[in-house]
């Protein structure tokens, strides 16, 4: 049979399914990119919250902040280190401020790290082996790096209780506080500068460089405090915030196992008043020189009680703390001024103990005061004030009774 040509017009072309098909890619890849777009703004938009962080990994990893307290057996270590070598201790006042701080750290290690045994306790039973050089304790140190050290802890350490519980407000402030000022008397004792003394981590004050540590005149002693207080500075007690009482200011030990904010106000406020009356007294039977430094003194612990009882005076109608007059300390008579400073240690424990009952502001501001005031404690008696005492408010200086001292001023 023959076999007849296929006519052209009558083939199928294949050009139309390799179009719909293209267009079906095109539409598909489309579809893809729309659906990639969205997806890619959303998880940008919300790439911050917890479900998207979790999925992508970028969820932030808290780490516990470090515990300052644990630093305390470790800087006991590197003391036991220093004294042991007669280059480190210097000379016998140097001596004497480190054999002082090791007391002090042995009573702060066993009331805030009672778990924590000393490195050196560890190596006493056998590990000393495992003492490398990269261990802080087994670091040899001088005088000035122990101080920086120790006021760092100490700073550490007061700023952690800002935000404690009162108790452990106290135990955490007061350590700190008792730190940072050691820390100033040791170096003082090593005969730094008042420039290397000032350069030591303070509370609210950023530690300065290295260099700028030194200075061009040798000091053994201190000058005007590194820090402003409300019992030590006008200009810091003008500043003073409102405080929270529960009850009116008092200094009557109403109750003596958990007394409240109005009555450690009011401890804080009569004891300043009580140094007022003994300092004015103080610069009536001293010489000239003195005279001004005392009555300036009495005037700002005066204003300063009165400013704190001044808050609560109208508010809740408290009857005035201040009496007619006080008692002098027993050795007035011989040692005006002496006695009149016996009383500024007590004052530091009092504004410690005070702003644990407090809050925010008002408990930084009064934790400031407190170091401040340990600080003008240190340099006028020479004695820092014991913060172990956290199991209540030490005595105050004298009693508010009749006497027939009168105030006069």
């Not at 400013?307 to 005035?320: I, K, N, R, T, Y």
């Amino acid at each position: 049979m023959d076999q007849h040509p296929i006519d052209p017009s009558d083939r199928v072309s294949r050009r139309p399914r390799r179009g719909a098909a293209r267009r079906l890619l095109v539409a598909l890849a489309a579809m893809l990119a729309v659906a990639a777009g969205t997806l890619g703004t959303a998880v940008y938009l919300n790439r911050d919250s917890p479900t998207w962080q979790a999925i992508l990994g970028t969820e932030p990893v808290i780490e516990a902040a470090p515990d300052p307290a644990a630093d305390l057996p470790v800087l006991l270590d590197a003391l036991e280190n220093m004294t042991a070598t007669p280059e480190a201790s210097g000379t016998a006042r140097l001596a004497t401020a480190l054999q002082g701080t090791r007391t002090m750290l042995a009573e702060h290690v066993e009331l805030l790290t009672p778990g924590i045994p000393a490195t050196s306790q560890a190596a006493a039973e056998g590990d000393a082996t495992e003492t490398s050089a990269n261990d802080p304790a087994a670091v040899a140190l001088d005088a000035a790096d122990f101080s920086r050290r120790l006021a760092q802890t100490g700073n550490a350490l007061l700023t952690q209780s800002l935000g404690a519980p009162e108790q452990e407000a106290r135990r955490l402030s007061g350590a700190g506080i008792e730190l940072l000022v050691q820390a100033r008397t040791v170096l003082s004792a090593s005969g730094a500068t008042q420039a290397a003394l000032d350069a030591l981590p303070a509370p609210g004050i950023a530690e300065e460089s290295a260099a700028a540590a030194t200075a061009t005149k040798d000091s053994s002693t201190e000058s005007a405090p590194a820090a402003d207080g409300a019992t030590t500075s006008r200009a810091a007690l003008a500043t003073m915030p409102e405080f929270a009482a529960s009850a009116c200011p008092s200094p009557a030990p109403s109750n003596p196992e958990a007394p409240d904010s109005g009555q450690l106000l009011g401890k804080v406020a009569d004891a300043a008043y009580r140094m007022g009356y003994a300092y004015d007294v103080a610069g009536a039977r001293t010489s000239a020189g003195l005279r001004t430094a005392a009555w300036d003194r009495s005037g700002l612990l005066v204003d300063f009680a009165q400013a704190v009882e001044g808050q609560f005076a109208e508010e809740l109608d408290c009857e005035p703390l201040r009496q007619p007059a006080y008692q002098l300390p027993a050795d007035a008579a011989q040692n005006p001024m002496d006695a009149a400073r016996s009383g500024e240690a007590q004052l530091a424990l009092l504004l410690r103990d005070a702003a644990a009952t407090q809050t925010g502001d008002s408990r930084a501001y009064l934790l400031k005061a407190a170091w401040a005031q340990a600080l003008h404690a240190r340099q006028v008696t020479g004695v820092v004030p014991d913060f172990t005492m956290v199991d209540g408010a030490p005595e105050s200086t004298g009693t508010a009774a009749e006497s027939t001292e009168s105030s006069g001023r």
